[in-house]
């Protein structure tokens, strides 16, 4: 008999009683979770990763093999379910299930939050290397095959820290006690931003720790697939010091860094400053102006070229620096070309906001890294699904909202001994961007 108590009983409509009963049987809210899955076959990207980490349980006694555990952290983290604990439910969600490539049963279950946690918790810093390296040679080998330059924008965000979590430290910048995560992107002629490395560091690391480990192997890879590629790298003014400009002459680099304003580079832009402000009082509005010097603080080597971009806004002057190398042109199109890179933003809101990136409560440093890792694959996975809908009204839409539409969906599942059926909403908003999405994944019946 059907204990009453646990129906949901909702006032009157049209005079009939509205009643809820978690007893619907196989039904899912994540259909969707299968595109995801589609292109992570397509492109062997959890296969890849699950071969970096060793696996150091006793064979005889392992039911759930690596790639199973990180196709299953991977594609909840992709669908929204930041912590590992929303897989005690989500062990037996059958389009979860579907997508690890497992029977929909009623014993079927994918491995619970402690499994999860522990292989969280095994990975070591070898495993974390081979994680970042196959990550980022998996990056590179998207790019276009006719890729003559690229852009690496480098970006440090903070990551606040709610506990006693290994090298978290008290930031004064961000006010906080935090990690603070260095991610590099790289962005060829075709415009699309990809993530290419995410490395995790203590709260009071300074802009260059881990910097030039990370550059090095994206450089290494990017001119042993492009010889001849032309390499650009781009951040903002934490990086513009000697340590950056002496490495990018020691790897022929071309840069566009910020600067952070002094006495000296003041003197230097007084005559900027004053024809801004000149013009703004004869105009009557907004105006920008740009300059252009040589400039050597005490520590460079030698003297480096300098745009200088000063601005009247509502009658407060604004003032900015870049240190750059003389391939760019003018002193205008370097700090538009510097502008570029205002978009990553967009980029590091999607990795902590979409991906969950912040999600970093274990108490040892190395599983907080192996957790991040976790987020960068998800959002190469995302980017992946969003190349396969260029040319469709869904080109630019954020990782967000894109799940909303197309993983979020609602599903009654049935199996029959040929078939499984996933029945959706005939309702459902998203019946055209389903079928856009299944053209470009699934190939044809040959």
């Known amino acids: 008999m059907q204990d009453s108590a646990l129906d949901l009983r909702f006032p009157l409509i049209s005079g009939k009683e509205v009643c809820c009963r978690f007893d619907g049987g196989e039904i899912t809210s994540d259909a969707g979770l299968l595109f995801l899955a589609q292109a992570d076959r397509q492109l062997g990207l959890t296969q890849r990763l699950a071969q970096q980490i060793l696996d150091r349980r006793e064979p005889g006694k392992i039911i759930h093999s690596v790639l199973d555990l990180l196709r299953e952290r991977l594609y909840a983290l992709a669908a929204g379910y930041e912590d590992a604990n929303d897989l005690d439910s989500l062990k037996t969600d059958p389009a979860l299930l579907l997508s690890c490539g497992k029977k929909v049963a009623a014993q079927a279950a994918l491995g619970s939050q402690p499994t999860l946690s522990r292989l969280e918790n095994s990975v070591d810093s070898k495993d974390l290397r081979c994680l970042g390296v196959a990550l980022a040679e998996f990056v590179i080998a998207r790019l276009p095959s006719n890729t003559q330059s690229v852009v690496l924008d480098v970006d440090a965000t903070d990551d606040p820290c709610h506990g006693q979590q290994e090298f978290e430290f008290f930031n004064g910048y961000y006010d906080c006690h935090c990690y603070v995560p260095l991610l590099v992107y790289v962005t060829a002629e075709d415009g699309r931003q990809r993530l290419l490395s995410a490395l995790l560091r203590p709260g009071n690391a300074s802009a260059t720790v881990g910097l030039f480990g990370l550059l090095r192997r994206a450089i290494a890879l990017l001119r042993e697939r492009f010889p001849q590629v032309a390499i650009t790298l781009r951040a903002d003014s934490a990086f513009g010091q000697e340590a950056v400009l002496s490495f990018c002459a020691e790897q022929d680099l071309a840069f566009v860094l910020g600067l952070p304003s002094n006495s000296r580079l003041r003197q230097l832009s007084a005559s900027v400053e004053a024809g801004v402000k000149r013009e703004a009082?004869?105009?009557?509005?907004?105006?920008?102006?740009?300059?252009?010097?040589?400039?050597?603080?005490?520590?460079?080597?030698?003297?480096?070229?300098?745009?200088?971009?000063?601005?009247?806004?509502?009658?407060?002057?604004?003032?900015?620096?870049?240190?750059?190398?003389?391939?760019?042109?003018?002193?205008?199109?370097?700090?538009?070309?510097?502008?570029?890179?205002?978009?990553?933003?967009?980029?590091?809101?999607?990795?902590?906001?979409?991906?969950?990136?912040?999600?970093?409560?274990?108490?040892?440093?190395?599983?907080?890294?192996?957790?991040?890792?976790?987020?960068?694959?998800?959002?190469?996975?995302?980017?992946?699904?969003?190349?396969?809908?260029?040319?469709?009204?869904?080109?630019?839409?954020?990782?967000?909202?894109?799940?909303?539409?197309?993983v979020k969906v609602g599903a009654r599942v049935v199996s029959s001994c040929r078939r499984i059926w996933l029945h959706l909403p005939t309702s459902s908003p998203s019946q055209k961007l389903w079928h856009s999405l299944f053209r470009k994944l699934v190939p044809a019946p040959g």
């Open 281 to 406: 009082a004869k105009q009557q509005k907004d105006v920008r102006l740009f300059g252009s010097f040589l400039y050597q603080a005490d520590s460079w080597e030698a003297p480096q070229q300098v745009v200088c971009k000063a601005e009247m806004l509502a009658d407060k002057l604004n003032v900015r620096y870049l240190v750059h190398s003389p391939r760019l042109q003018s002193a205008e199109q370097t700090y538009l070309y510097y502008c570029q890179r205002g978009d990553r933003e967009n980029r590091i809101k999607e990795i902590k906001a979409d991906l969950f990136s912040g999600r970093t409560s274990c108490t040892r440093f190395l599983a907080n890294q192996f957790r991040l890792l976790l987020s960068a694959a998800a959002c190469v996975l995302w980017n992946a699904v969003q190349e396969a809908l260029s040319g469709t009204p869904w080109t630019n839409a954020q990782i967000g909202t894109l799940r909303l539409k197309l």
